[in-house]
Structure formats: structure tokens, C-alpha cells
């Protein structure tokens, strides 16, 4: 089941999934659907009204195997994460897996480098 909110522009798998299934589930939507790039404040409020309905989203930030505590890439355009919004004393990659970059609503929504295989984890979809 997905959400569908003003334009079209986000949409949230409603079933949890790991980094790598919501990768698939948001490519497999639309061509050229791909997990959320938050470039700025102003497209991570843009998507906000959607998320109340859930604890944690996948954003489309990956940090390199072996890459630095603060290096992420966006995966759809390969473009370095400038703009960030980490929650406090974020990035801290509990373990080597840690390296994907998803948003806790216990935080407010901001940003938190975590498990890729945790797979409760609402993927956050946009085109
Ligand atoms: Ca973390």
C-alpha cells in the first residue's frame, strides 16, 4: 500500500523494508522514482505532512563502505551530501552496516545514520 500526497512528489511504503528493498520499492514505482534526496531544508518540509504516520523513513543517502563518518552520497545522482540535518550527536555509525541514512520521528525527523538491513524501516519514495 502506498500514500500518495499533494502532486504526487512523495509516496511511503507502508510496510517496513530494509534500505535495499525500498531502493527496489521506489524504482519499481514510476520510472524515475528513486528513495527521497533531501537537498535542502525546503524539500525535506515539503514531504513532512507525510510523514506523522511513521517512526522512521529511508532517505536515499548512503555513506561508501569504509567511506569517513560524514561522507554520503545521494545513490540516484551520485551527487556528495551537502545540505544535512542530523539528529543530535548524528552521524555515529553503531557498526559497520550503520551507513545508511534514515529520519526519526522521536527526533523530530532529522537524520540518522543506521542498520541498511533493518528492515522496519519505511521507505520514502519520491519522482
Ligand atoms: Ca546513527
Known amino acids: 500500500m502506498t500514500y500518495y500526497l499533494g502532486t504526487g512528489v512523495c509516496v511511503a511504503n507502508k510496510t517496513g523494508v530494509s534500505w535495499?528493498?525500498?531502493?527496489?520499492?521506489?524504482?519499481?514505482?514510476?520510472?524515475?522514482?528513486?528513495?527521497?534526496?533531501?537537498?535542502?531544508?525546503?524539500?525535506?518540509?515539503?514531504?513532512?505532512?507525510?510523514f506523522d504516520s511513521f517512526p522512521e523513513l529511508w532517505t536515499s543517502a548512503k555513506?561508501?563502505?569504509?567511506?569517513?563518518?560524514?561522507e554520503f552520497y545521494w545513490i540516484n545522482s551520485g551527487e556528495r551530501v551537502t545540505y544535512t540535518n542530523w539528529g543530535p550527536k548524528e552521524p555515529r555509525p553503531g557498526t559497520s552496516r550503520s551507513n545508511c541514512v534514515r529520519l526519526k520521528k522521536a527526533t523530530r525527523y532529522t537524520w540518522d545514520d543506521h542498520n541498511c538491513m533493518d528492515n522496519r524501516v519505511t521507505a520514502l519514495c519520491e519522482w
Open 20 to 50: 535495499y528493498e525500498g531502493d527496489l520499492f521506489c524504482k519499481g514505482l514510476y520510472p524515475g522514482a528513486h528513495l527521497f534526496d533531501i537537498k535542502s531544508e525546503e524539500e525535506q518540509l515539503a514531504c513532512l505532512p507525510l
Open 63 to 70: 555513506r561508501p563502505v569504509g567511506g569517513d563518518r560524514e
